[in-house]
């Protein structure tokens, strides 16, 4: 289970697992307000909001800064990206929920910013409605994530949740699926239907999107 907290957001003072709820969740963070990379970001996540929604995912970004700087980075964000960014912004000035995720990495440590304070790095967390991490992502400072994979990963783990199924390299939905080794060819024909074995323990079918 993800470690809670309690934190100030552009939106109001959350209980972390209380926001959560029983929903997906990603949790981003970025290393700090008004930097180039971290505004192409959310913009580009704000932008896949509808997307998200779909598949019932809620966003929660986080950036080492206060909320006033949150706000007007905000703005920032919505002019350059055109978008109407909704998801709150965590403010964390202390990285006191940095610390706590192990978003700091020991580049971090030696690259202090004018308070003496460590960077944080790009992580994405992926959480599912009984509030484990499912996935984590670390990326360096320079370099922007990918937001299609994020959403592929999603897509991947709630189909995994609801078909029994893993999936193979570079799947999107609607591409055939891999049948877990703990079920044997034949329940997986009376399960799938159609059922296609390249190696006895390399077995795919195709549930659909």
Known sequence: MPPNFKAKTTQGDIDFHDFVGD????????????????TTELGAFAKMKDEF???GVKMIGLSANDLGSHDKWIQDINEVANTNLQFPIIADADRHVAFLYDMVDQQDLDNIDEKGIAFTIRSVFVIDPNKKIRLTMMYPASTGRDTAEVLRVIDSLQTGDKKGVTTPINWMP???????????????KKKFGEVREVKPYLRFTNVGK
């Open 53 to 55: 929604e779909k598949r």
């Open 174 to 188: 609607g591409e055939d699926v891999i049948v877990p080794p703990s079920v044997s060819t034949p329940d997986a």
């Open 23 to 38: 929903k997906w969740t990603i949790l981003f963070s970025h290393p700090a307000d008004f930097t180039p990379v971290c």
